[in-house]
């Protein structure tokens, strides 16, 4: 039993001032895209959101829309809302601009968290990616000293963690192709990503659908 956790994010100056979450990929809102593959395999659905109101018409009443108890903290501040208010104690995390997630990646992740670690993370390339990762919902209180740190990123909070790292290998053993981590952090990004889903020709591989960087230091402890 999971809860899936949508960081919904913010306006992205980066996108113009969109919302990630909001843009149209495949004939529908991403968030809706999203929702639709956690409901594969999590029990329940949570969006942490800094305003639930434009969200409100595009899930289904189901779908639990929280807010941060700390508003204008990243990415750690909606993981810490969400931790505290999962109803299971397995947390699938993921941010707002990942067009292709992927349930069975997400399930082996569970799977092979090892006992007692806080998460199991997919390391694809090399690098750790702390989002689209699964989490124990007793986290909440790491991310919260993280908060009080003054971290943002889930990089930040991955650092203060004992986690499971599940190596690429292991997806594409399993027929999971690696890039269920992409995410589109720039319109010009977003532009190629809807592409190529239209054309069945997306190429992980390639610069621009590479994923966030930023955790080449990241260890685990």
Not at 32 to 55: F, S
Not at 86 to 108: I, K, N, Q, T, Y
Not at 150 to 169: H, Y
Request: proline fraction near 5%; aromatic fraction near 8%.
């Amino acid at each position: 039993m999971m809860t899936g956790l949508i960081l919904a994010g913010e306006p992205d100056k980066r996108m113009g001032g969109r919302r990630e979450s909001l843009l149209p990929f495949g004939g529908e809102p991403l968030l809706a895209r999203q929702v639709r593959e956690m409901r594969r395999v999590c029990a329940e659905v949570v969006i942490a959101a800094d305003n639930p109101r434009p969200y409100l018409r595009i899930v289904d009443a189901d779908v639990r829309i929280i807010s941060d108890y700390y508003s204008g903290k990243g990415a750690i501040g909606g993981m810490h809302a969400g931790f505290s208010l999962a109803r299971h104690d397995a947390v699938w995390v993921v941010g707002c601009g990942m067009p292709f997630l992927s349930a069975a990646a997400a399930e082996l992740l569970c799977g092979l968290k090892e006992a007692g670690a806080d998460a199991a993370v997919p390391v694809i390339g090399g690098k750790p990616s702390p989002l689209h990762a699964v989490y124990d919902k007793r986290c909440s209180s790491q991310a919260l000293e993280a908060i009080e740190r003054g971290e943002r990123r889930a990089e930040g909070l991955l650092r203060a963690l004992n986690w499971t790292p599940v190596d690429e290998s292991l997806f594409v053993a399993a027929g999971i192709e690696p890039h269920f981590v992409a995410a589109i952090g720039s319109y010009a990004r977003y532009t190629a990503m809807a592409q190529a889903l239209e054309t069945d020709k997306f190429e992980f591989k390639k610069p621009a659908f590479q994923h966030r960087e930023g955790c080449e230091n990241l260890k685990k402890e």
